[in-house]
Each structure stands twice: as structure tokens, then as C-alpha cells.
């Protein structure tokens, strides 16, 4: 059974950092993509920032500049640090991985959610 476990929210002030972390454990083959998105109170959930395996990156125009994604393969662990943040950050990030079990079966999987807040 694939789990992601998601660590390092929390509550911290404008302008200041944080760093998540979501490590996936289980049966795992390959994995193609992780990345992280959010989830505002009222709003849709939303792409924060994604890293494939070759470490192609792609990222939400509200994080560029501020927030980096990176993976450790050994670990099968991705990071997300982020900077200058703002009360508009303020969710509940979600990690998110594709990956596969095996040669034939891929599949997509979501961490439980780890709070963000953003607040003075």
C-alpha cells in the first residue's frame, strides 16, 4: 500500500519561510511526477508546484520567485521550501504523486493535507 506522509506546516508570519515534506513509502516502482497543491477555504484546490523524475520542473505563477520544489530519488522524498509568504498562502497543502507499482500499473495518490498559515 502507497502512502504519502506530508510533514512541516504550520503557522508562521508574513514575509516569513517554511519548508514541507512528503515522503512516499510503500510498493514502489517508478515514480513520474510529485508535486504539491493547495486547497483555500472556498476555492478550488490548486497546483502549487510539480517535479518529475528527469527534475522538470513547472510552478503556479503565485510561487515563482518564492518557493523551490526538489526530490531527493533515494528518499523517494519531495520538498517544497517556501519564502516571502504571504496571508494568500494561507491552505492546506496537499502532496501528490504519480507513480508506479509496478512495470504495468500506475497510479495517482494524495497525502492527507498539512496546514498552512499565514498570519500576524
Known amino acids: 500500500q502507497v502512502q504519502l506522509v506530508e510533514s512541516g506546516g504550520g503557522l508562521v508570519q508574513p514575509g516569513g519561510s517554511l519548508r514541507l515534506s512528503c515522503a512516499a513509502t510503500g510498493r514502489i516502482f517508478r515514480i513520474n511526477y510529485m508535486g504539491w497543491y493547495r486547497q483555500a477555504p472556498g476555492k478550488e484546490r490548486e497546483l502549487v508546484a510539480r517535479i518529475a523524475s528527469d527534475s522538470n520542473t513547472n510552478y503556479a505563477d503565485s510561487a515563482k520567485g518564492r518557493f523551490t520544489i526538489s526530490r531527493d530519488n533515494a528518499k523517494n522524498t519531495v520538498y517544497l521550501q517556501m519564502t516571502s509568504l504571504e496571508p494568500d498562502d494561507t491552505a492546506v497543502y496537499y502532496c501528490?504523486?504519480?507513480?508506479?507499482?509496478?512495470?504495468?500499473?500506475?497510479?495517482?495518490?494524495w497525502g492527507q493535507g498539512t496546514q498552512v498559515t499565514v498570519s500576524s
Open positions: 501528490h504523486a504519480i507513480l508506479a507499482e509496478s512495470i504495468v500499473v500506475v497510479k495517482a495518490y
